[in-house]
């Protein structure tokens, strides 16, 4: 049995410390506690929910969340279908603190994980008996290993890429929102995730409890002040998602990112610290739950920390460029415009189910080490 710390509260942080601690291990986990309740909503696909079953959560998983049954892509001008993809693997909605509650819980039925209220603020490696972790207190924890979950600029996962990453997008902005499914038509409330291609935007939105969780990617230049009649003008089908009592949050779109290196000595990357997904496959915290999982089958009786946390690295780090990549291509299809944005809609309404289903086909396919 080691001695693990996990930097990072976060949905991988989560699922790291609930992972290592299912594997065998003493587990430290370093988060500060969430001053507000986490809003906005998330999709976990197919591949996401066989690490939720390798986890063992997909029971629990599955009374908070809402299986969807279909992936719409419709115009966003016209509102012409484009794809309608039934979905038969298992594809969720999740709140995000929903999926952190469920995470938290599990951990504390497993017993065994020190929380430390604090984030980890520097690590000393020099020493032959563990790794020194110093908190934001200037407390030091002895661990023979860590699994650095902290983010993009989290001071552990620095510790491996050297302040290595990737910058936010600066013409791309996201706007999010959660609207009361009570105040919206019916259809809203259908368990389903619908896909609206504009002309250099788009929106997604899917129903998450008792609301819609909306996303509209925009041109930065198109999201600064009132950006909703441009986008969500009276004749567009989605008007009613443009009302002035709406109120959204404006956040950066991080660029596609895979850490060079995801190991350095006794610490590991693991989520956003190895891998910054853009937000176009739904595939940032399923990720997160896949590098969990993977560490779960690593870390399991191994009494090997570095080996077995290189035999993670070299499975997740080819694993996820390939989605990272085809997460960075879907938004640069998303994002066309003007003729190519014609040529992109006549191929979707072409080729049809078929071809989304053969484009996520690589990303969905659980691998065979998760179930």
């Known amino acids: 049995m080691a001695r693990l710390g996990v930097s990072g509260g976060g949905i991988a942080g989560l699922a790291a410390a609930l992972a290592a601690r299912r594997s065998g291990h003493d587990v430290t986990l370093f988060a500060r506690p969430d001053a507000q309740p986490l809003t906005g909503g998330l999709q976990i ?11 063992g959560l997909a029971e629990k998983a599955s009374d908070c969340s809402l299986r969807l049954d279909q992936i719409t892509v419709r115009a966003l001008d016209t509102g012409a279908s484009l794809i309608c993809l039934p979905l038969v693997q298992h594809y969720a909605s999740f709140s995000r603190q ?8 599990a951990i504390d039925d497993a017993g065994g994980v020190q929380r430390v209220s604090q984030t980890l603020a520097c690590i000393d490696a020099s020493q032959k008996d563990g790794l020194r972790l110093i908190d934001d207190d200037g407390q030091c924890h002895i661990c023979d290993g860590l699994i650095a979950a902290d983010g993009a600029t989290g001071p552990a996962g620095q510790h491996v890429t050297s302040g290595q990453r990737g910058a936010p997008l600066a013409n791309k902005t996201a706007m999010r929102t ?12 259908l368990p389903g995730s619908h ?4 002309r250099g935007r788009h929106i997604v939105h899917y129903p998450i409890g008792a609301d819609l969780n909306v996303v509209a990617t925009l041109p930065t230049a198109q999201a600064r002040g009132d950006w909703q009649p441009d986008v969500l003008p009276a004749s567009s089908p989605l008007a009613v998602l443009g009302g002035s009592n709406i109120s959204w949050t404006q956040t950066p779109i991080s660029s596609a990112f895979t850490a060079d ?12 610290a190895a891998h910054s997904m853009p937000p176009h496959l739904a595939q940032g915290a399923g990720q997160g739950l896949a590098d969990a999982a993977s560490l779960l089958r690593w870390l399991d009786g191994a009494n090997d920390i570095d080996a077995a946390f290189a035999g993670y690295a070299r499975e997740r780090a080819g694993a996820v460029s390939r989605i990272v990549q085809k997460a960075d291509i879907s938004g640069r299809i998303m994002a066309l415009s003007g003729p190519a944005a014609r040529l992109r809609d006549l191929a979707l309404n072409m080729g049809g189910p078929r071809l989304m289903q053969s484009w996520l086909a690589e990303v969905w396919a659980a691998d065979e080490t998760l179930v």
């Open 45 to 55: 696909a197919p591949n996401g929910w066989a690490a939720l079953t390798r986890l």
């Open 98 to 105: 929903a999926l952190s509650d469920l995470l938290v819980d």
């Open 178 to 189: 959660q609207i009361p499914l009570s105040t919206l038509p019916a259809h809203f409330s």
């Open 195 to 198: 896909l609206w291609l504009g």
């Open 261 to 272: 290196c995801w190991r350095r000595g006794s610490v590991v990357l693991a989520g956003d």
